[in-house]
T-cell receptor, first 112, second 114 residues
């Protein structure tokens, strides 16, 4: 069951521009959402998170937006840098077991 | 200040053999999660464990796969009678508490089945 969906497998942007990565979820019990970044041959690392009581969380160049009614969240990176090139995973947790489910990932390429 | 430790980093097995992957969570963490990443795919949840308990194994294949997290020692993901389709990267993550907070991932164990 695909409870967390990232429908864009890849995204390419020019350095300095904005990168917008999208994520949709189906389980209304999720109450905490996270973005992870993954480089090849490494484990995912935490990037930014948002609780369901908020609709926006900002950390430097990274901002996560949450639209609960649409069950949609997005990650904005501005300005994008070549070092941001990686696979970004959206994740959600909550519900009875509180385990965390991940989307399929979006590969971001930032071109110099 | 060690992070999540997984070993082996790389494991090669022939079809029909057994694979054992180990995960030592971060110090003070009592929750462990296992995820599998197939080539060109995302992270698939497999199992969530606390010390001596399996909390959610809804992502585990019904046969050949098992996981444990004993009171002492690392968490172990065991795959019996491996098949080529088991070839993947297996990631372990740990957390100090449930519900909120990030997971801390290990670098993964890459299983190759010949």
């Amino acid at each position: 069951d695909q409870q967390v969906k990232q429908n864009s497998p890849s995204l390419s942007v020019q350095e300095g521009r904005i990168s917008i990565l999208n994520c949709d979820y189906t389980n209304s019990m999720f109450d905490y959402f996270l973005w992870y970044k993954k480089y090849p041959a490494e484990g995912p690392t935490f990037l930014i998170s948002i609780s369901s009581i908020k609709d926006k969380n900002e950390d430097g160049r990274f901002t996560v937006f949450l639209n609960k009614s649409a069950k949609h969240l997005s990650l904005h990176i501005v300005p994008s840098q070549p070092g941001d090139s990686a696979v970004y995973f959206c994740a959600a947790s909550g519900g009875n077991n509180n385990d965390m489910r991940f989307g399929a990932g979006t590969r971001l390429t930032v071109k110099p | 200040n060690a992070g999540v430790m997984q070993n082996p980093r790389h494991l090669v097995r022939r079809r029909g053999q057994e694979a054992r992957l180990r995960c030592s969570p971060m110090k003070g963490h009592s929750h462990v999660y296992w995820y599998r990443q197939l080539p060109e795919e995302g992270l698939k949840f497999m199992v969530y464990l606390q010390k001596e308990n399996i909390i959610d194994e809804s992502g585990m294949p019904k046969e050949r796969f098992s996981a444990e997290f004993p009171k002492e020692g690392p968490s172990i993901l065991r795959i019996q009678q491996v098949v080529r389709g088991d070839s993947a990267a297996y990631f372990c993550a740990s957390s100090p508490k449930i519900s909120t907070g990030e997971l801390f991932f290990g670098e993964g164990s890459r299983l190759t089945v010949l």
